[in-house]
């Protein structure tokens, strides 16, 4: 035992000064930035060999080395941008080092939020759209970079406008067009473009008028062609309540538009009221005296 | 010990005894309820013999009930079955005669007019059904004879139909993110206020569907306290049409038990829609209809299926306004029956008597349902 702790201490003692030493030699020379996807380098210097690790959002690399050598990636080894650790590592030495990965500065893909998805005709600022702007590897660019957008409907109006995406988004408003149809909704950001579809339905009927004739022994109600108040006929499969009051009784029939036009056959009863309606929009009256 | 196994076989021959005895002498109701037919009682009565056949209608037994009619004769024992059980797929095919009830209108010795109501378990809830029978002596017993109700005969034809379809194609789980979905349909509640009643808080109001799409629709009330805390969270289940065609209009009401308004600061309304597949029919006429006064206050009128082919279900709803056009109450009832194309089915739904004095107008909708999904 009086002979086994000094050599223990010896041996501790030359362990220390051996690394300090090697660790004065260990070293790591790493670019601070590289753009994602692009081939890069690491310096190491030292003697020996060791281990170097890239650690980083969603990907990990490991190489062998000898010290004193530079590592070459070559291009796509990183793509995913964010900040990365890169730890150099001989026996019981470390180095570490930061690298961040940048987005590529061309936008290569957008993603549009158009909404909605349909809305009527002729509304103020009810079109948005918000556009994310990716590189080729779906990193967003947080750089500024200038986006466009325009809305074209199939009457051939057009709409434009453009913004400058701050931190990779960017988006505008837009009005419905005053004519039904699908209208196409495109974003363009350098060469990369994406469109969407908005369609403009027709707004509520504007002007609800019927005509009643005897049809046998019942009354035939039919609808003129129901617009709305731009003029576009009304979409097909809208309710439209034909209601007959008589005596003290009444008579309804919910009836679905077929090509602008909705038409039913009620009963007849002489100094009937006829009235129509749609929704909230209430039409003509007729008082059938036959 | 020796006591403790001789409790053990004395209960055990007790308990076999009482099973033989059960079994060959059951009691009546226990027998009628296992399908025998000791309940039924000698016909010597006018009430005896409708119980009777209120008895063998519960028990399904078309054949005993059909052999026991005094009018047979006009009709076959399929269409007493189907008279009953519905002659196209209906509510009361899948119903089950819960209980009856019978009330004597008149009686001679010879014959006799007797109500006959039957409630009615069915998957919406119990419907009652009432038909007055005429009973009459023959021998030393009385019969039945049954007012058979004759679903109309609709000639073999072809019926061409062009309503409008809707199908949705919803955003895949594949598509990227960013891609365009379909939006609901909008909605819109045109009317909505709170009303007192003995049983507790009611909601009513009417919501449209705004869209130029079919929606699926649901609505959800809840009654905040003055502090903005939630008091209590109700839906309008079945007192709401669900399916809305594009503008179309339904009521709702949304019953509140044992809540009191004076408790309440505010009511937040979460109307809900979703894109639904549907088709623009059948359509539904409804006429005659009538708000009859109190006694037996009432909304009634006749249902015609204006399509080529039957309606399984319709689900009634009568929105009552008051003078100013108020909605004052919503009463709801469905059809028992399968609307037959063409032929008017009857309908009148009870209104309570204290808001029937209140109701100046009405409207009434009908949404309807097909045995494979709603139309």
Partial sequence: MRHILPCLCAALAFVAIHAASAQEQLDLISPKSIVAGSAFSIQSSGSGTAALYIVGPDQVLERSLQLGTAVSFPAASLNNAGDYVVILSSDSRARTAWLEVLPQTEPAKISLLARPSRLPVDVSNAITGAAYVFDSYRNLIVTPIKVSFELSSPSGAKQSSSAVANDGAAWTEMNSTSSEGDDRFVAHAGRASVEREIRQVPGNPCQLTMTAQQSGNRLELQTAPIHDCSGNIVADGTIVTFTETYDDGQSTADVPVKRGIANVEMPDYRGAMLSVASGVVLGNQIRWEK | ?375
């Fill in chain 2, 1 to 375: 010990m020796r006591a403790g196994r001789l409790f053990a076989a004395l209960l055990g021959l007790a308990t076999v005894a009482l099973v033989v005895i059960g079994t060959l002498w059951p009691i009546p109701s226990a027998a009628a309820f296992a399908g025998g037919r000791s309940l039924l009682q000698s016909a010597s009565t006018p009430e005896a013999a409708v119980r009777n056949l209120g008895d063998e209608i519960r028990r399904h037994d078309w054949d005993l009930a059909y052999t026991g009619l005094a009018n047979k004769s006009d009709f076959t024992e399929f269409e007493f079955e189907h008279d009953l059980t519905g002659y196209y797929p209906c509510l009361r095919t899948y119903a089950n005669l819960e209980n009856f009830d019978i009330q004597p209108l008149h009686s001679t010795a010879d014959d006799a007019k007797i109500r006959f109501i039957t409630n009615w378990s069915t998957v919406v809830g119990p419907v009652t059904a009432s038909r007055d029978l005429n009973v009459t002596r023959s021998g030393a017993e009385w019969k039945v004879n049954w007012p058979i109700r004759r679903e109309p005969i609709v000639p073999p034809q072809i019926v061409p139909e062009d309503y409008l379809r809707w199908d949705v194609i919803f955003r895949g789980p594949g598509d990227d993110w960013g891609a365009q979905n379909v939006d609901s349909p909008h909605l819109s509640i045109v009317d909505m206020h709170p009303v007192q009643r003995a049983e507790g808080v009611v909601v009513l109001g009417e919501l449209m569907n705004e869209d130029v799409v079919p929606a699926y629709v649901a609505i959800t009330a809840t009654l905040q306290s003055k502090d903005q805390s939630p008091i209590a969270t109700e839906s309008a289940f079945d007192m709401i049409s669900h399916f809305l065609l594009p503008k179309q209009v339904t009521p709702f009401l949304i019953s509140f038990p044992g809540q009191s308004l004076s408790g309440v600061g505010s009511i937040r309304m979460t109307p809900f829609s979703s894109l639904v597949s549907a088709a623009a029919g059948p359509v539904i006429a409804i006429d005659n209809e009538h708000l009859n006064p109190a006694p037996d206050s009432s909304l009634s009128g006749e249902l015609v299926n204006e399509s080529g082919r039957p309606v399984s279900v319709a689900h009634i709803l009568g929105t009552l306004y008051n003078k100013s056009g108020q909605v004052v109450w919503v009463v709801g009832q469905y059809t028992g029956w399968a609307l037959s194309p063409q032929d008017p089915a009857p309908f009148n739904i009870p209104i309570p008597e204290d808001l029937a004095k209140n109701a100046g107008s009405q409207r009434t909708v009908v949404t309807t349902f097909n045995y494979g999904g709603s139309e």
